[in-house]
């Protein structure tokens, strides 16, 4: 395994990326935008503002982003959007105008650090019950719920039959089985390694963001 820093974000503190035909959405925890680049090169494409507030996860599905806010800010001035603090919300947005399109609380309250869409339906870090949570996007009714094996649960790629996730204050990813949270697999991303946050994939490699360094990272399996 190799891991390789492949441009810095082009706001300071990365904390969701996603794949789409498009390009690379890096979503910034500071400022709430929500910015297009090449892959390539990290060039911006362009970039919307959303109502998120302490972004922590970005995933795309049913033609639109999808942004898990962490409640209130902690690097800006308040706005009347802003989640309420240890509220997490998910923000659905308009990747053209950044309309938000649907917002829906936590399921169980709490905050929230990872989104994934998967077919039809959304996994989210339900970080208060430290599980990962299956919910229908249209009413975010909960469909299933798997434990997570360590603590802050972060960024999430749905493979196979499993769904990894990032544990980041223990610099490790581990590929959980959907039915039942057994691990399947682990990837140790140890010092001097970026430190892991918010995840996705493409071409069958994952990358991650790092929301202190402002690093892309790619690992090569």
Partial sequence: MTVETVFKAPAPYPNGIQFTDEGLWVADQESDRATL?????????????????????LTWGDGALW?????????REPRPTDAPKGMGEIVKTDS??????????MPGGGGVHGIEWDEDTLWVTTLKSQTLTRVDPADFRILHVIPVPLPRAHGLVREGD?????????????KLDVRDGREMDRI????????????????????????IAGDICRIER
């Fill in 188 to 211: 140790a991303l140890p010092e001097p390694h970026p430190e892991p946050h918010c995840l996705t994939t493409r071409d069958g490699q994952l990358w991650y963001c790092d929301a």
């Fill in 162 to 174: 499993g769904i990894w996730c990032v544990h980041t204050s223990d610099r490790v990813i581990v």
């Fill in 96 to 105: 053209r105008t950044g309309r938000t399109l649907a917002r829906f609380p």
């Fill in 67 to 75: 942004v898990a806010a962490n409640g209130a800010s902690v690097r």
């Fill in 37 to 57: 680049v090449d892959p390539a090169n990290g060039r911006p494409i362009r970039s919307v503002e959303t109502a998120s507030s302490n972004t922590s996860g």
